[in-house]
């Protein structure tokens, strides 16, 4: 896959002596609230189909670790049984932002760099999580070569997690789902980057007229009425839109909500990329921004 280097080490992404730690597993470990943040679901195939474009992807894998379009929200993964159900809510990292680890030879220095801490929360309906996977890029470097790569590591796990007993049998299984939240993150980032114009038509029945002569009406076709469901749309739809809303008079109500991250284009071919950011007059303000809910349409593609 694409996705620059995939390493899989036992090396510890901090200081296992840290004065921290206990703040830190204090803090893994404590309640909040995952429906203050921007929330996606979707069920284990439509979440596989996300993930597999991965493969092959144009740009680079850390991109989508270190330039995020929404850097915090929370994925929710139906099972395929009722009640199945795993909430990851992806946060920003509470972990110092780069560990330098020295290899055993003197001239391997490795670089982890925490930047979001994954909560994973297993069929128990959000409560407490049952595991925190720390995700990064990660920096390898010897005799002047270097090799870049991402990470996912789990950082914190409560003694009741239900993974633990998959664990038994062995690291791989460990290494396995670590490395699925990441991609799953990952998927997510790929989705918001491409956001593809969707068209769906929508059938409406048309209002029938009062029979006037006794016969039998031919009965018409209904009315079909092309809705425009958008996640990013194209130069035509797009000079529409912002036309009808720079004329429409509009009152916003909302205290908060966010623009996702996302690439500027210019008529130069210059291409800077713009981070996430808030909006609104209390953008400013704990707990005033408006979440949103991200729906992702199985079946169209760019």
Known sequence: MNLDTFISCETNIFDVNDSRLKTWGNRWSSSFDWRGYDQIEMNEEELNNLVEPLNGMSYAGSDLILKPALPEFTLRIFGTEKGQETRVCFRKTILPPSQTVHGEAEALIEIF???????????NKG???????????????????????TFSKAVWSSTTNPLL??????????????????LA????????????????KRTEPKKSKPLTNGRKRKKKKRNVVRAVKVINVNKIEMKKFVEEMNTAKRTINCPSWGVIGHWRN????KRTWVQPYRKGKDRHKEGAYAPKEYRFIEGVTK
């Open 266 to 269: 210019y008529k130069s071919g």
């Open 165 to 182: 007993e998959f664990y038994t049998i062995g690291r791989q299984e460990a290494l396995e789902f670590e490395r699925g939240m990441k």
């Open 113 to 123: 760099t925490p930047l979001i801490d994954a909560y994973v929360f297993i069929n």
């Open 185 to 200: 993150y990952m998927a997510i980032q790929k989705a918001l980057y491409d956001r593809p114009t969707l068209f769906t």
């Open 127 to 149: 409560e407490l999580a049952d595991e925190v996977i720390t995700i990064g890029p990660h920096l390898i470097s010897h005799d002047g070569k270097e090799i870049t790569g």
